[in-house]
């Protein structure tokens, strides 16, 4: 029982910690996937609007921080505890799951903070 309660205090100010870290910053590239129909417009693609519809509400509960397009891709930069939290968010997503698009989902060191605006 000694042993036990030990253990327990030597783990538990380690998961205390761990629930109270701050969040990290984490950007996610979508290409499109097998899925993806090129005969169709963005809008008409099986999976999309859900897609937008997540989106939206990532936006709103403010994990989304921004989002851009690049050439093929898009991007969004995301707030969450850890890589694997961060993983769950996006790939519970409809358009994931059903294969429209891929997703990557990499740990994000800003070296240089800023603020992105679009130009006017």
Not at 19 to 31: A, E, F, G, R, W
Not at 68 to 74: S, T
């Amino acid at each position: 029982m000694k042993n036990l309660i030990v253990i327990l205090c030597l783990c538990l100010p380690g998961l205390t910690y761990s629930q109270n870290q701050p969040d990290s910053l984490y950007i996610v590239t979508y290409t499109t996937g097998p899925a993806w129909d090129v005969n169709k417009q963005p809008n008409e693609q099986q999976w999309f609007k859900e897609h937008s519809a997540n989106l939206s509400t990532l936006r709103k509960e403010g994990i989304i921080k921004a989002g851009a397009r690049y050439a093929d891709k898009g991007i969004i930069v995301v707030t969450a505890k850890t890589l694997n939290s961060a993983k769950q968010i996006i790939f519970a997503d409809a358009a994931i799951v059903n294969k429209l698009f891929v997703a990557d989902v990499q740990k994000l060191n800003v070296f240089y903070e800023g603020c992105l605006e679009r130009p006017k």
